[in-house]
Every structure is written in structure tokens, then in C-alpha cells.
């Protein structure tokens, strides 16, 4: 089975400080690893992705994650917060290899940015 | 490039009544999925399908619940009869599926409240 934990269903930070958002995920097999966000209203809008290529990944917002197996996380992290970051992120696992796409995700967690 | 479009936005019903969504996916995306997020919570998957075929549907609540998409282009999600504990946002996604690290993009969702 397949599963994300996000530790911390609310996250807030001072605008211009460091966000970091956790997530942990449980696989029986490599897994592909996204971060979503999404706005009041609004759907989902994939912010990165790890399909197995660098570790390290850059996405969109300035926002960037790092695949660490050993530690079986994909923690999301912004150097600094913008008022415009407030929103509920997702992190979601999906498997490789089975022939399947079907996203897990966590709980969720929601950003406040404190001006 | 039009994203997915889903109809209606809002529906405020009764229980015990019908209820009917519709998404329009990314033009040639093959691969259109329906999730139920409750509040609080991520999307969990309802059904996939893979052109016209739904390839799974193994979370679907088959007594009340059915979906369709003929033609492998939009589909549509009916709910018959409703009950209080049915009330979420249904989101469409879409993806051009090859080996399950494809991006789906979602859709605004609609909100459905069952008084």
C-alpha cells in the first residue's frame, strides 16, 4: 500500500521567512512524489514533480523539493514566504511501474503568510 | 490551451434527490479521473478511466453512484439518491496517460451541499 503523511494541518509564517511544509510517503516501490496547491475555490495546480531524476526538484512560485529516500520524505520549502502563498498545499504518491496513475493524497496542509 | 471545465460550480439539493456532474478534459487527453474531497481533506480517487473504459472503478459506491464517458471525451458523474453524508467537492482531472508520472490537471470542482 501506498500512502503521504503531512505533519501539520496548519502552517503559519511571517512573510519574507522560510516555509517548510512536511511529507513523509509509504511505498512498496519507487514512488513519483507531487506537490499541489490549491486556492480558495479553486483546483488543484501541480507546484513540482519527482519522477526519478534529480533530487532535488525546482517547480513553480519559487518553490522546490527534496526526494530523500532514506528518510522517505519530499519536504516543499520557499526561501521566503509571499502574502500570495497563503493557500492549502497536497502532497500525493503515486506508484511506478504498476500501469497505474491514480494519485494518493495527504491531508493537507494549510499555509497562512502573516504580514 | 482551455483547462478542464466542470459544471456546475454549486448545487445545493435535497437528499433523497438526483444530482448530475459534468467535465469537459483537456482536449486529447485520453485519461479523465473523478475525485471526492472532503472538507479537511485531500481528493480520493472515485473512478478512472482510460478512454471510454473505466479501468477502475474499485472506489466508486456502485449503489448510488455512476459514471460515463462516451466517447472518450467528457463524462459525466450522477449521484441517485443523494444522502447528507454525499456533500464535498467533485473534481475532474485529466492527464495524457504513458507510464503513471503524467501531471493531471484538475478543474475548479463543484461544490455539492445535501440538506
Known amino acids: 500500500a501506498q500512502s503521504v503523511t503531512q505533519l501539520g494541518s496548519h502552517v503559519s509564517v511571517s512573510e519574507g521567512a522560510l516555509v517548510l511544509l512536511r511529507c513523509n510517503y509509504s511505498s512498496s516501490v519507487p514512488p513519483y512524489l507531487f506537490w499541489y496547491v490549491q486556492y480558495p475555490n479553486q483546483g488543484l495546480q501541480l507546484l513540482l514533480k519527482?519522477?526519478?531524476?534529480?533530487?532535488l526538484v525546482k517547480g513553480i512560485n519559487g518553490f522546490e523539493a527534496e526526494f530523500k529516500k532514506s528518510e522517505t520524505s519530499f519536504h516543499l520549502t520557499k526561501p521566503s514566504a509571499h502574502m500570495s502563498d497563503a493557500a492549502e498545499y497536497f502532497c500525493?504518491?503515486?506508484?511506478?511501474?504498476?500501469?497505474?496513475?491514480?494519485?494518493?493524497f495527504g491531508t493537507g496542509t494549510r499555509l497562512t503568510v502573516i504580514p | 490551451e482551455a483547462g478542464v471545465v466542470q459544471s456546475p460550480r454549486y448545487k445545493i439539493i435535497e437528499k433523497k434527490q438526483p444530482v448530475a456532474f459534468w467535465c469537459n478534459p483537456i482536449s486529447g487527453h485520453n485519461t479523465l479521473y473523478w475525485y471526492r474531497q472532503n472538507l479537511g481533506q485531500g481528493p480520493e480517487l472515485l473512478i478512472r478511466y482510460e478512454n471510454e473504459e473505466a479501468v477502475d472503478d474499485s472506489q466508486l459506491p456502485k449503489d448510488r453512484f455512476s459514471a460515463e464517458r462516451l466517447k472518450g471525451v467528457d463524462s459525466t458523474l450522477k449521484i441517485q439518491p443523494a444522502e447528507l453524508g454525499d456533500s464535498a467537492v467533485y473534481l475532474c482531472a485529466s492527464s495524457f496517460w504513458t507510464s503513471g508520472r503524467d501531471t493531471q490537471y484538475f478543474g475548479p470542482g463543484t461544490r455539492l451541499t445535501v440538506l
Open positions: 519527482y519522477t526519478s531524476a534529480a533530487t
Open positions: 500525493a504518491v503515486t506508484l511506478r511501474g504498476t500501469g497505474a496513475n491514480n494519485l494518493f
